[in-house]
T-cell receptor
């Protein structure tokens, strides 16, 4: 069974630029999560989708971050414009039913904002 | 008080030692609990779920104490390969939003 796919794996941009990350969850998984993990901290949930609907985006900085999951399959997370403090690893995860199930993580995208 | 708290460590133990980590949570309505393992520069992977009755998987034992609102992870006979960061995850409390602790770093040395 293929795992969660993410791209790109690494991205370096300058502040005020835009960037987008892509995630393809495990086939058949209804729930998709985007996390931000800053060095030395645990992953922080940014947004959670159930199929193509948003379950929670309370920790998503909506003035600069946006995410969508068209057709309830793959998803994109965008930052526009980026700030220095956005430097982090962005992890995508999926689970079969919901957060009471095991989450399977992709390898992450390591973002550096200069 | 943070929703989910863990001692960041590092816990530095010799091979063969027994080590235990705790994770406290603030929302008494939380309903599901997990331990994940994260190797350096890798993604988190499920280690084990934590059930009310406790559960054991080989050298690993997880327990839940609802009265004191913490979960624990016990590792017996530590191996070098156990060196990693251990993340606890707490879900539920009405929102079913998974919340990760900051992780506890374990270093097992020869």
């Amino acid at each position: 069974e293929a795992g969660v796919a993410q791209s790109p794996r690494y991205k370096i941009i300058e502040k005020r630029q835009s960037v987008a990350f892509w995630c393809n969850p495990i086939s058949g998984h209804a729930t998709l999560y985007w996390y931000q993990q800053i060095l030395g901290q645990g992953p922080k949930l940014l947004i959670q989708f159930q199929n193509n609907g948003v379950v929670d985006d309370s920790q998503l900085p909506k003035d600069r971050f946006s995410a969508e999951r068209l057709k309830g399959v793959d998803s994109t997370l965008k930052i526009q414009p980026a700030k220095l403090e956005d430097s982090a690893v962005y992890l995508c995860a999926s689970s079969s039913l919901g957060p009471t199930d095991t989450q399977y993580f992709g390898p992450g995208t390591r973002l550096t904002v200069l | 008080r943070k929703e989910v708290e863990q001692d960041p460590g590092p816990f530095n133990v010799p091979e063969g030692a027994t080590v235990a980590f705790n994770c406290t949570y603030s929302n008494s309505a939380s309903q599901s609990f997990f331990w994940y393992r994260q190797d350096c520069r890798k993604e988190p992977k499920l280690l084990m779920s934590v059930y009310s009755s406790g559960n054991e998987d080989g050298r690993f034992t997880a327990q839940l104490n609802r009265a004191s609102q913490y979960i624990s992870l016990l590792i017996r006979d530590s191996k070098l390969s156990d060196s990693a960061t251990y993340l606890c995850v707490v879900n539920g409390g009405g929102s079913y939003i998974p919340t990760f602790g900051r992780g506890t770093s374990l270093i097992v040395h020869p």
